[in-house]
């Protein structure tokens, strides 16, 4: 395992080329109507969450 802080490692990823290409992949899906609809759906059953169990 390398050296160096869990936030150093990922500031490092998301400034190399790999790191810019996964954010644009991600951005690309994150804009997709289907996408848009699933991240809603999850956001209400987080929001919506109490703390109880079921």
Request: hydrophobic share 30%; glycine share 12%; no cysteine.
């Amino acid at each position: 395992m390398t050296s160096g802080s869990v936030s150093e490692r990922i500031k490092g990823l998301i400034n190399s080329p790999r790191g810019r290409d996964l954010m644009r992949r991600g951005r690309r899906q994150a804009a997709e109507p289907g996408m848009q609809q699933k991240l809603q759906q999850l956001m209400a059953r987080l929001t919506g969450w109490s703390g109880r169990r079921r």
